[in-house]
């Protein structure tokens, strides 16, 4: 195809075309892919007829209650979003980025037990460095970020380290060992035998999950007894201090959780990995300017907690 007729063709496509075809991609569903581009789903149905039609290919095809891709779709898949990535990083560029002036509002994604560590901190940092800014919270599961990044609904996330794909970038932020909350009563020290043999209070997000330090044990070749399971550390706490329930969590955690209360913090009788934290962002905005300054913020922040 030569330069001329590819620019005839190029011409008579709407471009904005591109960005729905985009939507649609990622999320195989035209009901999701709508909420996302804040279009109704007969929106989405006619712009893809629109492309199709360009095209000479359907592009998706039903399956079940989403879409597949048709084998042109997959071949134009990385190039259409390589060019629009591309695109939003120049705008980007070109609108620059103040913290001292500008006003928009960062959404970071976290765990619920690492907000009250981690988010009064930053507010404060950000009103000293950026007062015009605003930071809001949100605790998805973990599968539901990668989207929600792309959708641009959320700019960061913090998480325990796991292993993510070739779209997620990541970087540590902390390192923490694990400890013990005990309550008044518990007397002595604790040992490997009595952490065994006692009974747990165990923080899990969801009804059948496992918590980390389970996990941990399970490599070790050992199990403990877990008589209560809570949502949030703050009832586990609770629980500790009215019974002889243990509570293992990270030693930053502990301290925060425990100023002024009467629970004793006791170093783990057992050797197992620390706790990481690590955030995580969207290889598509590794070169937002907006990014990269909250990015580097939030690493900031994580090295004075590191260091206190």
């Known amino acids: 195809m030569n330069i001329q007729h590819e620019s005839s063709a190029l011409n008579r496509i709407d471009l904005n075309l591109f960005r729905v075809f985009e939507v649609v991609y990622r999320e195989r569903n035209l009901t999701r892919a709508a909420s996302l581009l804040y279009l109704s789903q007969s929106a989405v149905s006619h712009a893809l007829a629109r492309l199709r039609e360009q095209l000479g290919d359907p592009l998706f095809v039903r399956e079940g209650r989403g879409v597949v891709p048709t084998a042109l779709a997959e071949q134009l898949a ?24 500008d006003r928009r509002v960062f959404c970071l994604n976290m765990p619920e037990q690492m907000e009250p560590l981690l988010l009064p901190r930053l507010v404060q940092h950000f009103r000293n460095v950026a007062p015009q800014l605003a930071l809001r919270s949100s605790s998805l599961h973990w599968a539901d970020v990668p989207r929600e990044m792309a959708a641009g609904r959320v700019d960061l996330a913090v998480e325990i380290t796991r292993p993510t794909d070739n779209e997620l970038r990541h970087r540590l932020l902390l390192s923490d060992e694990f400890c013990v909350l005990a309550g008044p009563d518990f007397e002595g020290e604790l040992t490997a035998e009595r952490y065994l043999a006692a009974e747990h209070v165990a923080i899990t997000s969801q009804r059948r999950g496992i918590c980390a330090e389970d996990l941990a044990l399970g490599h070790l070749g050992l199990t403990r007894t877990v008589r209560q ?69 939030v690493a900031d922040l994580a090295r004075r907690i590191h260091l206190q």
Request: proline share 6%; glycine share 10%; with cysteine.
């Open 78 to 101: 990385p190039v259409i979003q390589d060019s629009l990535n591309g695109l939003r990083r120049s705008l980007g560029s070109a609108q620059g980025f103040d913290p001292s002036t």
């Open 229 to 297: 399971h809570c949502r949030n550390y703050l009832s586990a706490a609770l629980l500790v201090a009215q019974s002889g329930l243990l509570l293992t969590l990270s030693r930053g955690y502990a301290q925060l959780l425990n100023q002024g209360g009467s629970n004793r913090i006791l170093p783990l009788p057992l050797a197992l990995p620390p706790i990481t934290l690590s955030m995580y962002w969207l290889r598509q905005s590794e070169g937002d300017a907006a990014g990269v300054w909250l990015r580097e913020q």
